[in-house]
């Protein structure tokens, strides 16, 4: 790591130490409130907005050195979502497509699509915990992930031949 790299982890630092000082602000005075020695400088939330402002520049300049990659920071980003949504910090945010995809929201859908909607549902969320269990494994013993994770592709399967005795039903 060069001299600029450095350089760039210490402003990272001092930025995230000034966000930590502003939140703390917030949290006992609210965002409206302002400092009545410096009013010049604006309200708590302004001053939050910079300083967040201030990170986000320098998360961009150690991108650009290499020091930080867009695609580790969005799986964790991801991850993060996922296990704050799960702990109910944050409620699960729902697309248009997930709205209009809901049994009473899309009255152009036929009920044999929400069969389809829902099977596809299912097969996803099976999916997704065998990417989370390949990327953040939940155990170190080796014996029992496999056993997990041969459980899932047995979900998988199963829902795969429930859809290929459906679709037979439908030819006769």
């Known amino acids: ?3 600029k790299d450095l350089e760039l982890l210490g402003l990272l630092q001092e930025e995230c130490a000034e966000v930590i000082q502003i939140v703390s602000k917030i949290r006992r005075f609210g965002l409206d409130s302002y400092n009545p020695y410096e009013p010049e400088k604006g309200n708590n939330q302004t001053l939050f907005e910079h300083e967040v402002g201030d990170v986000f520049l320098i998360i961009d300049l150690l ?3 290499g020091l930080l990659h867009d695609d580790a ?4 980003m991801i991850w993060k979502r996922v296990k704050l949504e799960e702990g109910g910090i944050i409620p ?3 697309s248009m497509v997930e709205f209009l995809m809901e049994p009473g929201n899309n009255p152009f859908l036929e009920d ?7 099977r ?4 996803n969320n099976i999916s997704c915990d065998i990417k989370e269990e390949l990327q953040h494994p939940t155990t170190s013993d080796p014996d029992n992930r496999r056993k997990y994770l041969l459980r899932q592709a047995a979900a998988i399967y199963a829902e795969l031949e ?5 679709e037979k039903e439908n030819e006769d």
């Open 1 to 3: 790591m060069n001299e």
């Open 63 to 65: 991108k650009e050195r």
């Open 73 to 76: 920071i969005n799986d964790r």
């Open 92 to 94: 699960k945010r729902k």
């Open 112 to 118: 044999d699509v929400w069969d389809w909607i829902e």
């Open 120 to 123: 596809d549902r299912r097969l």
């Open 162 to 166: 429930t859809l290929s005795e459906s």
